[in-house]
C-alpha cells in the first residue's frame, strides 16, 4: 500500500525561530496533499490544501504567511511554521491522496517553548 | 453544511463484549464515509469505508461499519473488543464541495478494558 513518511517525528523549539515540517509520498505521487492540525483531545482540522506546482490553498483563519506550504514536486509536500509562538504548539498530520485513498503520516508533535 | 458528529466522548466496554461507536453524518448527496483508529502521538490508521455498495462494510482488525441512509449513520461495530482496541477513533466524510479533503468527527476515545 501507500505510504507517507512525515519528519520530524517530534519537535521542541524556542519561540521566534522557525521549523520545517516534510511529507514525502514514498511509493505514490501525491499531486495533493492535505495538511491537519490536532489540538490535545481534540478532532482534525484541515489547515491546508497542497497542490503540486501551485500554491497552497488555505482554511479561513489561518494565516498562509505563518504556516507556509510548498509541493515542489510530486512526493515531497513541506509546512514550516515561521516565527513559532507556544500556541502553535500541536499535532501536525498530512496526508497524501492516492489510487489507495488516503493516506496518512505518521504525525509531528510540535512544541514551542 | 457539511459536518460529521461522534455524540460520544468515550465508550467504556468489557474485554469480550461487543462494542458500537457511533458516527451520524451531514453531506449533500452521496456521501463518502471512513473510520479511522489513532493511538497517541501517531497518525491515522484506516479502518473502514463506505462509497457504494452493500450496507455493512468489513474493515481492518474485525471492525465493521453499517451504513444507514435514513438515519445518516455510520457506526462502528466490533462483535468482541479486545483490550488494545483502547483508542480515539474518529468518523469521516469526504468533503464533495472542495478538493476531497477529509472532514473528521471530534474523535470518541474507546476504553476496553480487562
Known amino acids: 500500500g501507500a505510504v507517507v513518511s512525515q519528519h520530524p517525528s517530534w519537535v521542541i523549539c524556542k519561540s521566534g525561530t522557525s521549523v520545517k515540517i516534510e511529507c514525502r509520498s514514498l511509493?505514490?505521487?501525491?499531486?495533493?496533499m492535505f495538511w491537519y492540525r490536532q489540538f490535545p483531545k481534540q478532532s482534525l482540522m484541515l489547515m491546508a490544501t497542497?497542490?503540486?506546482?501551485?500554491?497552497?490553498?488555505?482554511e479561513q483563519g489561518v494565516e498562509k504567511d505563518k504556516f507556509l506550504i510548498n509541493h515542489a514536486s510530486l512526493t515531497l509536500s513541506t509546512l514550516t511554521v515561521t516565527s513559532a509562538h507556544p500556541e502553535d504548539s500541536s499535532f501536525y498530520i498530512c496526508?497524501?491522496?492516492?489510487?489507495?485513498?488516503?493516506?496518512f503520516g505518521s504525525g509531528t508533535r510540535l512544541t514551542v517553548v | 453544511a457539511q459536518s460529521v458528529a461522534q455524540p460520544e466522548d468515550q465508550v467504556n466496554v468489557a474485554e469480550g463484549n461487543p462494542l458500537t461507536v457511533k458516527c451520524t453524518y451531514s453531506?449533500?448527496?452521496?456521501?463518502?464515509l471512513f473510520w479511522y483508529v489513532q493511538y497517541p502521538n501517531r497518525g491515522l490508521q484506516f479502518l473502514l469505508k463506505?462509497?457504494?455498495?452493500?450496507?455493512l462494510v468489513k474493515g481492518s482488525y474485525g471492525f465493521e461499519a453499517e451504513f444507514n441512509k435514513s438515519q445518516t449513520s455510520f457506526h462502528l461495530k466490533k462483535p468482541s473488543a479486545l483490550v488494545s482496541d483502547s483508542a480515539l477513533y474518529f468518523c469521516?466524510?469526504?468533503?464533495?464541495?472542495?478538493?476531497?479533503?477529509?472532514?473528521f468527527g471530534k474523535g470518541t476515545k474507546l476504553s476496553v478494558k480487562p
Open positions: 496526508t497524501g491522496v492516492s489510487n489507495y485513498g488516503y493516506t
Open positions: 511509493d505514490f505521487q501525491a499531486t495533493t
Open positions: 497542497s497542490n503540486e506546482g501551485s500554491k497552497a490553498t488555505y
Open positions: 453531506v449533500s448527496g452521496n456521501p463518502y
Open positions: 463506505y462509497i457504494t455498495g452493500d450496507n
Open positions: 469521516a466524510v469526504r468533503d464533495m464541495r472542495s478538493q476531497g479533503n477529509l472532514i
